[in-house]
């Protein structure tokens, strides 16, 4: 019994590892879209780069939502409603991103 749950254990912590290391990488991929170390500071950032944080930016609440908060084993009406919410925070930030830009 004792090397069943040391085994169900290890994956646990795997996939934990394995996912924090996947949301820092997407991380650095924010960082370079975002250019933060670039001159340009005041500058808006181009379409394409606010789309490329936009989506990592889903794809990395999602994997917390569902890895960390434990929705992946949930009912499918809880991941439903939190990914729901997630992604109308995030087209709300989009099109105030888009309002931005018209104006």
């Given at each position: ?7 169900g ?23 370079a ?5 670039s ?10 780069s ?34 729901g ?9 989009g099109a ?8």
């Amino acid at each position: 019994m004792g090397d069943m749950k040391t085994t169900g254990g290890d994956s646990a912590t795997r996939r934990l590892l394995v996912t924090w290391a996947v949301l820092m990488g997407l991380t650095l991929v924010s960082m370079a879209s975002a250019r933060l170390g670039s001159e340009a500071r005041l500058e808006a950032l181009p379409l394409w780069s606010a789309a490329l944080l936009l989506a990592t930016t889903f794809f990395k609440a999602h994997r917390v939502l569902m890895v960390y908060l434990g929705l992946g084993v949930s009912t499918p009406a809880w991941r439903g409603a939190f990914t729901g919410l997630t992604l109308f925070t995030l087209l709300l930030v989009g099109a105030g991103y888009l309002v931005a830009q018209a104006a």
